[in-house]
């Protein structure tokens, strides 16, 4: 994976010089490394990079393995050589605000045996981290449909509720119960700068409010349906709308299937994030949305094809339908797997006038 070391107080001028070049990989952490910051890029050429910058600043491109860049922004070379003992059972670890997630790389025998260390790995974060109070492990993957995970209570305060902040508002949640990634804080930034005053948005799949909150709590003329199947993450949806003291959001519980049929040609603004499986609910997308209307959608796929597949499957279907489909923008959101990739794809429809 490419990452440009550069000196320290450069990094804000040159990150901004990759973001405009489109170089700039927010799906990986910035790591610091002395008084040297090593920034994640995109795997262009190295002819690009030279001809922005080269002239500007002092820089190296490396290639670092994958292990490096999953540990965390915050793991300096002092404390990876600490975190290099540990490295059997946990990859890096996760923020969530008052909560650190630690993950087990496996549930084999060696893991089990070596999970008595996660305790020392648990105090050692806690101590190089005051806003850090629980530290839990990740026993499981992803899954299911609420998207939930499993995990294992290791030191600290014995809570599994989060409340994490991002984008100017708070979030409260349980990390057992609802899905919560800040991994797609980025996004919900972008898409909170692409709103208008007085838009009318459904956010499908909306789990605890994130994309709904940032929007709302910014663009108060908004009117903003969240869709949300799982009833713990509409309590917690419901708590963090009056944490942040917010009037602009109805929350629905229901599959999306069905509520959907509430809100026919209500939308200008549609989001999706259920990468798993948002493609297919094109019908459902459509059916919500006003003559025209912008669509942010979330979808997996293997890294070779997925823009193209889920591009064809857009316009596919809006043809059939007897709308017109632009694509907008799109982009690499993060890593899912060692072949799938998570990305975005940003699309308008309008309703064809040909009869
Ligand atoms: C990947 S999570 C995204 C949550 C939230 N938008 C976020 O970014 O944190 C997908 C969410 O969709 C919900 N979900 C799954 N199937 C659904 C359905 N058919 N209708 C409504 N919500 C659904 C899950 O419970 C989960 O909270």
Redesign the pocket.
Known sequence: MKYLEVNKKDTEQIKKLLEKIKAFDKTRKIIQNKNKILIPILNISNGKIKKHIVKLFDYSILNLKAKIQKQGSRIDQNQSKNFKKYENIARGYDILGNIAIIKYINKSEKSKKLIGKAEQIAKWIINSNPSIKTVVAQTSPISG???LRKFKYISGIKTFIATYKENNCIFKFDIRK????NR?SYERSRINKLIKPKEAII??????G??AIVIAKQHKLTNIIC????KN?VHYLKENIKLNKIGNIKAELG???KIYSKYKNFANRVIV???KSSIDYLDQILSVCQKTAIIHIYVFGDRDTVFAKTSKAIEEHARKNNYKAKILFKRIVRPYSAKEIEIVVDFKISKSTKK
């Open positions: 449909k609420f998207r609802t899905f919560f990634s797609l956010v499908m799949f909306a789990g605890i994130p994309f869709i949300e199947l799982n993450a599959n999306v299937k994030p259920m990468p």
